[in-house]
């Protein structure tokens, strides 16, 4: 394990309480400036530390930022992708698509904690304020165990509400393209976006772009969308991690989740309304 590994295992261990740096040093045979150096890398991954003087370091309960390292422990055994988190982006899927053109592998995923321009059907913008989940990821056709490409955005939809199912034990339902709905509103978009040969019609690369309102409020949203739109935790109070929600995708994209064709339509008569 790294300094930060360890130091962020020992705050977890003891998370809400304070311990001085000196006490984690000698508890972990790291020296306080090791231990100072891990603090300050784990706040910029997004993990919430107090300092206070004379009482030392303490990890905040609950989440402020998605981070990278926190993901990771949701992901199944197995998964390794490329995960980058931003603080703030235009558009996930447009950064995203840029990245496959250079060449970017297959389980590339970029998140973000806001888009300032997030891409939706049609040309339109997906309202994306601090606080959702903003996910882009590159999918290359020969590592997917699906070959029926045609039915992809069956497959992507069924993925993101699977995953909203698993982690938050919320019922959700799949309406009109891709869109997640929970009641009668929705929740959360997907955009698939592809490159195609023009001669051989072969699908070069699958950008995936996934946006799922989390924990907004009624208010928060403009008001052209307050009648149509919602978050999964409207109160503001979220009931399950945005970092395990999101693993939760990529383990539906990228993981072993289901296989065939057969069990994909199955899953989609479930919850297509």
């Known amino acids: 394990m790294t300094s930060r590994e360890k130091v962020l295992a020992h705050l977890k261990n003891r998370i809400g309480e304070f311990e001085s740096g000196e006490a984690i040093a000698e508890e972990l045979g790291l020296s306080r400036n090791a231990v100072w150096k891990a603090i300050n890398g784990l706040r910029k991954e997004g993990y919430r530390i107090e300092a206070v003087t004379n009482r030392g370091y303490c990890l905040l309960e609950g989440e402020s930022r998605m981070a990278r390292r926190e993901i990771e422990t949701y992901l199944d055994p197995g998964l390794d992708p490329q995960i980058t988190v931003f603080d703030s982006i235009e558009s996930t899927n447009e950064t995203a698509k840029e990245m496959a053109l250079k060449g970017a592998p297959h389980g590339t995923v970029l998140i973000a904690e806001r ?15 601090a606080g959702g989940i903003y996910m882009s990821l590159i ?5 997917l165990r699906r070959t029926d490409l045609e039915d992809f955005s069956r497959t992507s939809a069924v993925g993101v509400a699977r995953a909203i199912e698993t982690v938050t034990g919320l019922e959700v339902r799949i309406r009109g393209i891709n869109d997640i709905c929970l009641g009668d509103k ?37 008001k052209d ?31 072993e989740k289901y296989g065939d064709t057969e069990q994909v339509e199955r899953e989609y008569a479930r919850l297509y309304e």
């Open 115 to 129: 888009q300032t321009a997030g891409n939706a059907h049609h040309f339109g913008q997906f309202f994306s304020p």
């Open 139 to 143: 999918l290359r056709p020969g590592n």
């Open 186 to 222: 929705k929740v959360a978009g997907i955009l698939n976006e592809t490159v195609t040969n023009f001669e051989t019609r072969d699908i070069s690369w699958i950008v995936v772009g996934v946006g799922i309102h989390f924990c907004e409020k009624a208010e928060d949203f403009p």
């Open 225 to 255: 969308l307050q009648n149509t739109t919602t978050s999964l935790y409207p109160t503001g109070q979220a009931g399950a991690s945005r970092n395990q929600l999101a693993a939760e995708v990529i383990n539906e994209f990228l993981g």
